[in-house]
Protein backbone atom coordinates (compact mmCIF):
# COMPACT_ATOMS: atom_id res chain seq x y z
CA UNK A 1 0.00 0.00 0.00
CA UNK A 2 2.78 2.34 1.18
CA UNK A 3 4.51 1.83 -1.93
CA UNK A 4 1.38 2.53 -4.42
CA UNK A 5 0.91 6.25 -2.59
CA UNK A 6 4.96 6.56 -3.23
CA UNK A 7 4.42 5.43 -6.69
CA UNK A 8 1.31 8.10 -7.11
CA UNK A 9 3.14 11.12 -5.12
CA UNK A 10 5.99 10.40 -7.60
CA UNK A 11 4.23 10.35 -10.84
CA UNK A 12 2.23 14.19 -9.86
CA UNK A 13 5.62 15.40 -9.05
CA UNK A 14 6.84 14.39 -12.44
CA UNK A 15 4.04 15.94 -14.37
CA UNK A 16 4.19 19.11 -12.24
CA UNK A 17 8.21 19.28 -12.94
CA UNK A 18 6.87 18.77 -16.87
CA UNK A 19 4.55 21.78 -16.42
CA UNK A 20 6.47 23.95 -15.14
CA UNK A 21 9.23 23.23 -17.59
CA UNK A 22 7.07 23.38 -20.42
CA UNK A 23 5.89 26.92 -19.41
CA UNK A 24 8.27 29.23 -21.09
CA UNK A 25 8.87 32.41 -19.98
CA UNK A 26 7.53 35.36 -22.99
CA UNK A 27 10.34 37.80 -21.68
CA UNK A 28 13.44 35.33 -22.57
CA UNK A 29 11.96 33.85 -25.66
CA UNK A 30 13.55 35.23 -29.35
CA UNK A 31 10.99 36.13 -31.74
CA UNK A 32 12.80 35.78 -34.52
CA UNK A 33 15.59 38.55 -34.08
CA UNK A 34 13.11 40.50 -32.02
CA UNK A 35 12.59 40.27 -28.08
CA UNK A 36 9.80 40.99 -25.82
CA UNK A 37 11.13 44.18 -24.57
CA UNK A 38 11.41 45.68 -28.16
CA UNK A 39 8.00 44.43 -29.37
CA UNK A 40 6.62 45.82 -25.88
CA UNK A 41 8.84 49.18 -26.61
CA UNK A 42 7.29 49.53 -30.37
CA UNK A 43 3.69 49.28 -28.61
CA UNK A 44 4.15 51.90 -25.88
CA UNK A 45 6.23 54.05 -28.40
CA UNK A 46 2.58 54.08 -30.77
CA UNK A 47 0.74 54.65 -27.71
CA UNK A 48 2.82 58.02 -26.34
CA UNK A 49 3.41 58.97 -30.23
CA UNK A 50 -0.23 59.25 -30.23
CA UNK A 51 -1.59 60.53 -27.38
CA UNK A 52 1.48 63.56 -27.41
CA UNK A 53 1.10 64.42 -31.19
CA UNK A 54 -0.14 68.36 -32.33
CA UNK A 55 -2.38 69.00 -34.59
CA UNK A 56 0.30 69.57 -37.51
CA UNK A 57 1.57 66.03 -36.37
CA UNK A 58 -1.63 64.70 -36.81
CA UNK A 59 -2.30 66.45 -40.60
CA UNK A 60 1.05 64.69 -41.60
CA UNK A 61 0.39 61.14 -40.74
CA UNK A 62 -2.97 61.48 -42.14
CA UNK A 63 -1.59 62.98 -45.41
CA UNK A 64 1.10 60.06 -45.40
CA UNK A 65 -0.94 58.00 -47.74
CA UNK A 66 -0.97 54.71 -45.21
CA UNK A 67 -3.80 53.09 -44.92
CA UNK A 68 -2.65 51.44 -41.62
CA UNK A 69 -1.98 54.98 -40.14
CA UNK A 70 -5.04 57.01 -41.19
CA UNK A 71 -7.02 53.84 -39.65
CA UNK A 72 -5.02 53.82 -36.72
CA UNK A 73 -5.25 57.77 -35.98
CA UNK A 74 -8.86 57.67 -37.06
CA UNK A 75 -9.91 55.02 -34.14
CA UNK A 76 -7.69 56.77 -31.63
CA UNK A 77 -9.21 59.71 -31.93
CA UNK A 78 -12.86 58.11 -31.94
CA UNK A 79 -11.74 56.47 -28.86
CA UNK A 80 -10.26 59.20 -26.72
CA UNK A 81 -13.57 61.17 -27.72
CA UNK A 82 -15.46 58.74 -26.42
CA UNK A 83 -13.75 57.31 -23.65
CA UNK A 84 -11.49 59.65 -21.94
CA UNK A 85 -7.87 60.40 -22.16
CA UNK A 86 -4.88 58.01 -22.06
CA UNK A 87 -3.96 56.74 -18.57
CA UNK A 88 -1.55 54.36 -17.46
CA UNK A 89 -0.34 51.14 -19.40
CA UNK A 90 -1.82 47.51 -18.64
CA UNK A 91 -0.78 44.41 -19.62
CA UNK A 92 1.09 43.15 -22.59
CA UNK A 93 1.22 39.58 -24.32
CA UNK A 94 2.85 38.37 -27.22
CA UNK A 95 0.81 35.41 -29.22
CA UNK A 96 2.44 33.45 -32.02
CA UNK A 97 0.22 31.45 -34.22
CA UNK A 98 1.66 29.76 -37.32
CA UNK A 99 3.21 32.18 -39.75
CA UNK A 100 1.53 35.25 -37.33
CA UNK A 101 2.84 37.34 -34.30
CA UNK A 102 0.68 39.10 -32.11
CA UNK A 103 1.60 41.77 -29.97
CA UNK A 104 -1.43 43.74 -27.54
CA UNK A 105 -0.75 46.25 -25.35
CA UNK A 106 -3.73 47.26 -22.92
CA UNK A 107 -4.55 50.67 -22.03
CA UNK A 108 -6.07 51.96 -19.25
CA UNK A 109 -8.06 55.05 -20.48
CA UNK A 110 -10.23 57.66 -18.38
CA UNK A 111 -13.86 55.22 -18.71
CA UNK A 112 -13.04 52.59 -20.30
CA UNK A 113 -9.75 49.47 -21.33
CA UNK A 114 -8.96 49.64 -24.63
CA UNK A 115 -6.34 47.36 -26.63
CA UNK A 116 -3.37 48.23 -29.67
CA UNK A 117 -2.48 45.54 -31.57
CA UNK A 118 0.69 44.79 -33.75
CA UNK A 119 0.29 41.93 -36.05
CA UNK A 120 3.30 40.58 -37.76
CA UNK A 121 4.56 38.38 -40.59
CA UNK A 122 6.71 35.79 -38.37
CA UNK A 123 9.44 34.94 -40.87
CA UNK A 124 10.19 38.81 -41.80
CA UNK A 125 8.48 40.42 -38.66
CA UNK A 126 6.74 43.08 -41.28
CA UNK A 127 3.84 44.54 -39.90
CA UNK A 128 0.59 43.52 -41.49
CA UNK A 129 -2.02 45.49 -39.21
CA UNK A 130 -2.04 47.95 -36.40
CA UNK A 131 -5.20 48.42 -34.31
CA UNK A 132 -6.72 50.15 -31.37
CA UNK A 133 -10.05 48.87 -29.94
CA UNK A 134 -11.77 49.13 -26.83
CA UNK A 135 -12.54 46.48 -24.84
CA UNK A 136 -16.02 45.13 -23.98
CA UNK A 137 -17.40 43.02 -21.60
CA UNK A 138 -19.16 39.70 -22.32
CA UNK A 139 -22.85 41.68 -21.71
CA UNK A 140 -21.74 44.73 -23.60
CA UNK A 141 -20.72 42.28 -26.65
CA UNK A 142 -24.37 40.31 -26.92
CA UNK A 143 -26.48 43.11 -26.41
CA UNK A 144 -24.54 45.41 -29.05
CA UNK A 145 -25.14 41.64 -30.60
CA UNK A 146 -28.76 41.75 -29.98
CA UNK A 147 -29.31 45.16 -31.55
CA UNK A 148 -27.53 44.23 -34.72
CA UNK A 149 -30.22 41.47 -35.21
CA UNK A 150 -32.85 43.50 -34.29
CA UNK A 151 -31.96 46.05 -37.01
CA UNK A 152 -31.26 43.71 -39.15
CA UNK A 153 -34.65 42.23 -38.87
CA UNK A 154 -36.44 45.37 -38.75
CA UNK A 155 -34.55 46.53 -42.14
CA UNK A 156 -35.92 42.95 -43.71
CA UNK A 157 -39.62 43.83 -42.80
CA UNK A 158 -39.47 47.35 -43.88
CA UNK A 159 -38.41 46.33 -47.24
CA UNK A 160 -40.95 43.79 -47.70
CA UNK A 161 -44.00 46.28 -46.45
CA UNK A 162 -42.12 48.40 -48.61
CA UNK A 163 -42.60 45.63 -51.39
CA UNK A 164 -46.21 45.00 -50.64
CA UNK A 165 -47.27 48.42 -50.59
CA UNK A 166 -45.41 49.14 -54.23
CA UNK A 167 -47.14 45.96 -55.73
CA UNK A 168 -50.79 47.11 -54.36
CA UNK A 169 -49.94 50.22 -56.09
CA UNK A 170 -49.56 48.67 -59.44
CA UNK A 171 -53.23 46.97 -58.91
CA UNK A 172 -54.55 50.18 -58.24
CA UNK A 173 -53.18 51.73 -61.55
CA UNK A 174 -54.67 49.28 -63.25
CA UNK A 175 -58.35 49.11 -61.91
CA UNK A 176 -58.14 52.95 -62.54
CA UNK A 177 -56.87 52.19 -66.34
CA UNK A 178 -59.90 49.59 -66.59
CA UNK A 179 -62.55 52.57 -65.47
CA UNK A 180 -61.12 55.10 -67.64
CA UNK A 181 -60.95 53.00 -70.89
CA UNK A 182 -64.67 53.95 -73.04
CA UNK A 183 -67.07 51.25 -73.38
CA UNK A 184 -67.74 50.72 -76.74
CA UNK A 185 -71.15 52.20 -78.32
CA UNK A 186 -74.05 50.18 -78.60
CA UNK A 187 -75.75 50.43 -81.44
CA UNK A 188 -79.33 51.76 -81.37
CA UNK A 189 -82.53 48.65 -82.78
CA UNK A 190 -83.53 51.79 -84.79
CA UNK A 191 -80.21 52.19 -86.27
CA UNK A 192 -79.17 48.68 -86.80
CA UNK A 193 -82.88 48.40 -88.82
CA UNK A 194 -81.78 51.49 -90.81
CA UNK A 195 -78.44 50.08 -91.78
CA UNK A 196 -80.29 46.89 -92.77
CA UNK A 197 -82.70 48.77 -94.97
CA UNK A 198 -79.37 50.64 -96.53
CA UNK A 199 -77.94 47.44 -97.54
CA UNK A 200 -81.15 45.80 -98.84
CA UNK A 201 -81.37 49.24 -100.98
CA UNK A 202 -77.69 48.83 -102.46
CA UNK A 203 -78.02 45.09 -103.38
CA UNK A 204 -81.56 46.32 -105.30
CA UNK A 205 -79.60 48.24 -107.14
CA UNK A 206 -76.43 46.40 -107.41
CA UNK A 207 -78.56 43.15 -108.83
CA UNK A 208 -80.46 45.49 -111.64
CA UNK A 209 -77.11 47.61 -113.13
CA UNK A 210 -75.66 43.51 -113.02
CA UNK A 211 -78.85 41.87 -115.01
CA UNK A 212 -78.43 45.46 -117.39
CA UNK A 213 -75.00 44.59 -118.12
CA UNK A 214 -75.83 40.94 -118.80
CA UNK A 215 -78.72 41.84 -120.97
CA UNK A 216 -76.75 44.09 -122.81
CA UNK A 217 -73.95 41.73 -123.36
CA UNK A 218 -76.17 38.81 -124.25
CA UNK A 219 -78.50 41.17 -126.65
CA UNK A 220 -82.08 40.20 -124.84
CA UNK A 221 -84.07 41.69 -122.35
CA UNK A 222 -83.18 41.79 -118.10
CA UNK A 223 -86.28 40.01 -117.72
CA UNK A 224 -85.46 36.38 -118.07
CA UNK A 225 -82.37 36.67 -115.64
CA UNK A 226 -82.49 36.29 -112.09
CA UNK A 227 -79.68 37.00 -109.45
CA UNK A 228 -79.09 34.81 -106.61
CA UNK A 229 -76.66 35.75 -105.27
CA UNK A 230 -73.27 38.59 -104.61
CA UNK A 231 -70.33 37.65 -103.69
CA UNK A 232 -68.64 40.58 -102.47
CA UNK A 233 -64.37 40.72 -102.35
Known sequence: MKKKIFLIAAI????????????TDPT????????????QSTCQGTVQTLVSMSD???AYLLSSG??????LVNNWDDLTEQYGAFVEFGDFEITKSGKTLT??????????????????????????????????????????AGQNTLMGILIVFSV????????????????????????KEEKSPVVTQI??????ADDTELIAVIAAAVAAAEGTSADGFVVRSIRRR
Open 12 to 23: CLCMLGLAACSK
Open 28 to 39: KVDYNGHSYDEL
Open 103 to 144: AEQTLQLTDRKAILTYVYTYHNMEVEDITVDAIYSLGETMKK
Open 195 to 200: AQREEQ
Open 160 to 183: LILISLIISCFKLLSNVEKKETPA
Open 56 to 58: EDR
Open 66 to 71: SEQITK
